[in-house]
Antibody, heavy 124, light 112 residues
């Protein structure tokens, strides 16, 4: 059974760096075609894709946030880590990790497995 | 980035009636080499993560009731919920995965 679970601080101060961890089970981060993503959702607002890391360690970032984001993985711990610098109150929201459907490595797919999300509030 | 625009933002439908949600992309999301539309629909109930309903614009995910159907091609898509049930109250999102970054619509809230 594929599961993803987000963890991290519930409260961060403005200008601080947020570090979130996605712990996965039921699959290996090294399996060809595996692609894990971070997606966020401000309260009452739409979903926004943030970043992705692939089985071969290739990474991709949101156009508007790429200067603030770093995604990495620890395959020995089955974890994907997202760091976001210079946090602001507008970054408040629920942060999800989601796995892209495991298909042909050369093609993009939809998100078929999601974690439950972790709520992050940015406030002094 | 491809912009996804849903309409309406919200709608109220009587139990047993049909809900129709539209989604328009700013760029065609049909990939000719695979003959597929790279468009998915998700349902998000309050306090829950999104749940995949439809992919390739019209393929239902395993376990999704048959009253949910997707249609459309190119840049115009529709999610139809036939015979609306109480448990269908949720926000529905379309998403394109034709290109990176993947992008979502703003969501459509369905109420009874």
């Amino acid at each position: 059974q594929v599961t993803l679970k987000e963890s991290g601080p519930a409260l961060v101060k403005p200008t601080q760096t947020l570090t979130l961890t996605c712990t996965v089970s039921g699959f290996s981060l090294n399996t060809r075609g595996v692609r894990v993503n971070w997606i966020r959702q401000p309260p009452g607002k739409a979903l926004e894709w943030l970043a992705r890391i692939d089985w071969d360690n290739e990474v991709f970032y949101s156009t508007s946030l790429k200067t603030r984001l770093t995604i990495s993985r620890d395959t020995s711990r089955n974890q994907v880590v997202l760091k976001m610098t210079n946090m602001d109150p507008v970054d408040t929201g629920t942060y999800y990790c989601a796995r892209m459907h495991l298909g042909e490595p050369g093609f993009p797919y939809y998100f078929d497995n999601w974690g439950h999300g972790t709520l992050v509030t940015v406030s002094s | 980035d491809i912009v996804m625009t849903q309409s309406p933002d919200s709608l109220a439908v009587s139990l047993g009636e049909t809900a129709t949600i539209n989604c328009e992309s700013s760029h065609d999301v049909f990939y000719t080499s695979t003959n597929k539309n790279y468009l998915a629909w998700y349902q998000q109930r309050p306090g829950q993560p999104p749940k995949l309903l439809i992919y390739w614009a019209s393929t239902r995910e395993s376990g999704v009731p048959a009253r949910f159907s997707g249609s459309g091609s190119g840049s115009d898509f529709t999610l139809t919920i036939s015979s609306l049930q109480a448990e269908d109250v949720a926000v529905y999102y379309c998403q394109q995965y034709y290109t990176t970054p993947p992008t979502f619509g703003q969501g459509t809230k369905v109420e009874i």
